[in-house]
């Protein structure tokens, strides 16, 4: 699996230790920045990972601001990204499964360090749901 990172200044730091942790579990991982915690817009890696997964050079991303708000409003607006902004494991393992999530988007400012790994990892490991109404629906979305 190929997993494409973004951040802006405010997910930064939190952004470093995800990317280490992936790298920790010999997942490919590409950084599309931003690289150190300078005050950057969180538009322009959310586009870049948003434009890698519709594209299918990644098979996810994963975005990290301050709330995740902003990740995920733009995100959303590259067709073919279903990006879940989550900051709990029930969260994480239920969008995978019903909305077949392919964008993570977290908050720096709100997820310690454990929690978020833990949310990466249930988040890339569950599969979507096979059952009818969970394709019908994300078939809606596509639309
Ligand atoms: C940056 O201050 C902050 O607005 C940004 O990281 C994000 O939280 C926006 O949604």
Request: proline share 0%.
């Amino acid at each position: 699996m190929k997993v494409v990172l973004g951040a802006d200044h405010a997910g930064y730091g939190l952004k470093e230790k995800v990317r280490k942790h992936l790298e920790h579990k010999d997942i490919d991982v590409q950084d599309f920045g931003t690289y150190n915690a300078e005050s950057c817009d969180y538009n322009d890696s959310a586009k870049k990972v948003a434009e890698a997964v519709a594209s299918k050079q990644a098979d996810r991303g994963i975005l990290i601001c301050g709330t995740g708000i902003g990740m995920s409003i733009q995100a959303n607006k590259t067709k073919g990204v279903r990006a879940a902004l989550v900051h709990d494991m029930f969260s994480a393992k239920a969008t995978r499964l019903h909305n077949d999530s392919n964008v993570l988007t977290m908050g720096g400012r709100i997820l310690g360090e454990d929690l978020a790994k833990a949310i990466v990892d249930v988040w890339l490991e569950t599969e979507f749901s096979a059952e009818d109404r969970h394709k019908r629906r994300v078939e809606k979305i596509e639309q």
